[in-house]
């Protein structure tokens, strides 16, 4: 057993217990189950007390998670295209379990200005709209998206291809200014270029420094946007070296990179437990958040990728839902990881239809009830008790919103990991 230092989230330096879940990489066993709850016991709690009247009852009620579990919103939820029966479970369903969300397509440069000059907001209005009514923080996805040889669905639009490159920097340059503008202080992240490893259409046209420009021209628009980058075929470790290569030289140009946006649906029916945790470890040296931004099981070299119309046997729903599992206990006990954002939940409105956690009619798969399992009663606190004789009722507790009540009083309380521990004082 080692002790080392690593800095996370908000700078806040923190003393970890490094065990071999940390050590795949050097040829180290599976990530062991009760190591990964230990790292979870030391990271995602810390000390709550209630400072009351001796002997007073004290209820503490987690409200929610400061670790997001999210989910990608579609914008069919919010175009007017999804019927109202299933508008209403849409809603309630993804209020019920995720505590973050993302746009899927909706903010796609493709989708807002399909013609050029004429941009729509209305969807991305509308998302952010409902969002805000719910306390729910969201990430944009994506200000840009420079793949473009997608041989299904073209990422960059014509127009924009047709320019001449001085024309082009002025579009990029007006996209980064506007949205950024427009969106001012109501996005918690974005993801700036997606998947640049795998392309980049803007650089190969306006040249290396191109990034940097993008961030500055959003900062124009929004100083305070937190520009993410995002990837795929990480967790495999395929992309791994290209994407760390690349964070080098983006940080060596002075590129403001606020967190490194990890993809997780490259793999198949399962997923490789060691390569998931090497490329965790190896990303956490940036000292950046880290965010698992798109998570499917099975994923995209599964046979439910290659034809989407297949089933699952009560086997194959028993074995996705050991493996979402799985998957969320390697990030949520890994100090770097900021969150979990599912893309799709729900069978008919899922790019890996298999992969939702709900079926077409709404009832709830395997995987969800091991999910919600997870998330809202294994990862969960609430307690209650009375004071002592000092007045204290102390436990360990999960960092995140909760609602305490103490000698019939309530308070809604945030509980912070940059804090550790918080004392909530009833007799002030």
Known sequence: MKK?????????????????????????????????????????????????????????????????????????????????????????????????????????????????????????????????????????????????????????????????????????????????????????????????VHGNYYEDRLGPDITKKMTEWVHLGDPDAQLYLNEYDITTGRALPAYMAQIRTFLKQGVPIAGIGVQGHLHGDTFNRNELQRSLDSLAQFQLPICITEFNIPGQRSKFMRNRNLKMTAEEEAQKAKELVDFYRICFAHPAVKGILMWGFWEKDNWIPAS???????????????????????????????????????????YGKYKITAGGVTRIVDFDQAAGIILVDFTK
């Open 4 to 196: 080392y230092i690593l800095k996370i989230l908000n700078g806040r330096i923190i003393p970890v217990v490094v065990l071999s879940l940390y050590m795949c990489q050097m040829g180290y066993s599976q990530p062991d189950l009760n190591e990964i709850n230990q790292s979870i016991a030391k990271m995602r709690r810390g000390g709550l007390t209630v400072k009351a009247k001796a002997g007073e009852q004290v209820t503490i009620e987690q409200v929610s998670h400061q670790f997001w579990f999210g989910c990608c919103i579609s914008e069919g939820a919010f175009n007017g295209s999804m019927p109202e029966s299933d508008l209403k479970q849409y809603r309630e369903k993804f209020l019920e379990n995720f505590n973050s969300a993302a746009t899927q397509n909706a903010m796609k440069w493709k989708y807002m200005e399909r013609e050029r000059g004429k941009v729509d907001y209305s969807v991305v209005d509308a998302i952010l709209a409902w969002t805000t009514e719910h306390q729910l923080p969201l990430r944009g996805h994506n200000i840009f998206w420079g793949v473009a040889d997608d041989n299904v669905v073209p990422n960059i639009q014509k127009w924009l291809m047709e320019l001449n490159d001085q024309e082009l920097e002025q579009a990029v340059r007006n996209r980064a200014e506007t949205l950024a503008s427009y969106y001012k202080g109501r996005f918690a992240e974005y993801d700036l270029n997606n998947e640049m």
């Open 356 to 398: 939702s956690i709900y079926r077409t009619d709404w009832t709830a798969t395997p995987a969800a009830d091991a999910y919600r399992d997870l998330i809202f009663r294994e990862w969960w606190t609430k307690e209650s008790g009375k004071a002592d004789s000092n007045g204290n009722f102390s436990t360990s507790a999960f």
